[in-house]
């Protein structure tokens, strides 16, 4: 197994640090020591190295604050006027003490550079570094605003990629369940049992809806989003071949608000909560037994809920409720990444049974997929 890259000691990024500015250091230093006037007797060279090491490691250390103030306060569009005040604020801060710093380093190892006056020494100093000053704290924010886009476009594709592994999870979770022997084997012996009826219609219908479910949760191309109403029929195929299994028992609500169907929606977030009502709510409970899909807007969120009055989670269905499933384990991760702590899935004691709720934020997408279930659209929203 391939190990995680691990990060760098600290005093590697210290000797880089100083390595990278030694460059223009030892370029001033050369200057510096051989610019002087013929026949003059040549300066002490650490006195000269010591004086272009303040100017040039000063912006090593301001490049600390710089990118600090970068990663905190990017600059995105549309730009704000706090934001360019803060950041012409500090360039011109930066600079102004650099003059400083430079000329106390020129003051105190190189006198003879100086000038007689402090402030005509001072002036001097911010009008020849002004220009570099400022070329350098430009690319230093360039630079550090191209890192940062950089990584954040290299997080977006690793989500990307993790999305499409988690949709192919959820995927091969709801073939699973489809596909899992009890569910195959009632669907089967209950279009066997209509078949011996001489039902054909019935047969037919269960034949069709079977093969939707499976066909939709095989699609390849089948998207991470897509609105409620398709995923609702989809869910319905589902459903009506377990209504048939359950006959006179089972009573099917649809509690979704017109204004929900166009919401977006993660593919096949519904199957599991829907599968887990069956398996430890309903098929489990005797007599009749009533399950609820239901989807409401409360202002900028939408609420899916699927509600069974099966037995609670404490008494019944430990592993639900102690330890989720694959189902709703991949519904969770898939969520997250999707819209981070702005949804949710919590699965809770209900009175009367279990109720799985499903919170994210409230989005309208187009349906581009108009044929599923349209036969059973006008059911969706009693």
């Known amino acids: 197994m391939t190990r995680p890259p691990s990060r760098r000691p600290r005093w590697v990024a210290v000797a880089t640090i100083i390595a990278g500015w030694a460059v223009p250091v030892a370029i001033s230093t050369s200057v510096g020591y051989f610019d002087r006037a013929p026949g003059a007797p040549p300066p002490p060279f650490w006195r000269v190295a010591l004086t272009a090491g303040v100017g040039w490691y000063y912006w090593a250390l301001a490049a600390l604050i710089v990118t600090r103030l970068a990663h905190r306060r990017p600059i995105r569009r549309p730009v704000a006027a706090g934001t360019l005040a803060l950041y012409a604020g500090l360039g011109i801060l930066l600079i102004l003490v650099h003059a400083a710093a430079d000329l106390a380093a020129v003051r105190?190892?190189?006198?003879w550079l100086a000038a007689p006056s402090v402030m005509v020494d001072y002036r001097e100093e911010v009008i020849g570094w002004?220009?570099?000053?400022?070329v350098l704290y430009a690319s230093i924010l360039a630079i550090t605003h191209w890192?940062?886009?950089?990584?954040?476009?290299?997080?977006?594709?690793?989500?990307?990629?993790?999305?499409?592994?988690?949709?192919?999870q959820a995927q091969l979770?709801?073939?699973?369940?489809?596909?899992h022997p009890h569910f195959l084997f009632n669907a089967l012996n209950t279009i066997t049992v209509l078949a011996r009826e001489h039902d054909t219609e019935t047969v037919v219908e269960l034949l069709t809806r079977l093969g939707n479910v499976l066909r939709q949760v095989m699609r390849a191309d089948r998207s991470q989003e897509l609105p409620l109403r398709d995923e609702l029929a989809m869910l319905r195929d589902?459903?009506?071949?377990?209504?048939?299994?359950?006959?006179?028992?089972?009573?099917?609500?649809?509690?979704?608000?017109?204004?929900t169907l166009d919401a977006a929606v993660p593919s096949l977030v519904l199957q599991p909560l829907v599968e887990n009502a069956f398996r430890h709510g309903i098929a489990v409970k005797p007599g009749a037994c009533t399950l609820e899909i239901g989807a409401e807007r409360?202002?900028?969120?939408?609420?899916?809920?699927?509600?069974?009055?099966?037995?609670?989670?404490?008494?019944?269905?430990?592993?639900?409720?102690?330890?989720?499933?694959?189902?709703?384990?991949?519904?969770?991760?898939?969520?997250?990444?999707?819209?981070?702590?702005?949804?949710?899935?919590?699965?809770?004691?209900?009175?009367?049974?279990?109720?799985?709720?499903?919170?994210?934020?409230?989005?309208?997408?187009?349906?581009?997929?108009?044929?599923?279930?349209?036969?059973?659209?006008?059911?969706?929203?009693?």
């Not at 105190?108 to 006198?111: A, V």
């Not at 384990?329 to 819209?339: E, I, K, M, Q």
Request: glycine share 8%; charged share 25%; net charge neutral.
């Open 173 to 179: 979770g709801a073939l699973r369940m489809q596909m």
């Open 147 to 168: 890192t940062d886009a950089t990584r954040r476009e290299r997080e977006r594709e690793l989500q990307a990629a993790a999305l499409s592994t988690q949709l192919a």
């Open 108 to 111: 105190t190892w190189t006198p």
């Open 298 to 382: 409360r202002g900028d969120a939408l609420r899916l809920w699927v509600r069974n009055d099966g037995p609670h989670l404490r008494r019944e269905a430990p592993a639900v409720a102690g330890s989720p499933g694959l189902g709703l384990s991949n519904t969770r991760a898939r969520l997250a990444c999707l819209h981070g702590s702005a949804a949710a899935l919590e699965v809770t004691d209900a009175p009367g049974g279990v109720l799985a709720v499903v919170t994210l934020p409230f989005r309208s997408i187009a349906s581009s997929q108009a044929g599923w279930g349209s036969t059973d659209r006008a059911t969706l929203a009693r």
């Open 238 to 259: 589902y459903i009506a071949i377990e209504e048939v299994r359950f006959a006179d028992r089972l009573d099917v609500r649809w509690t979704v608000a017109d204004e």
């Open 130 to 134: 002004f220009p570099l000053d400022a």
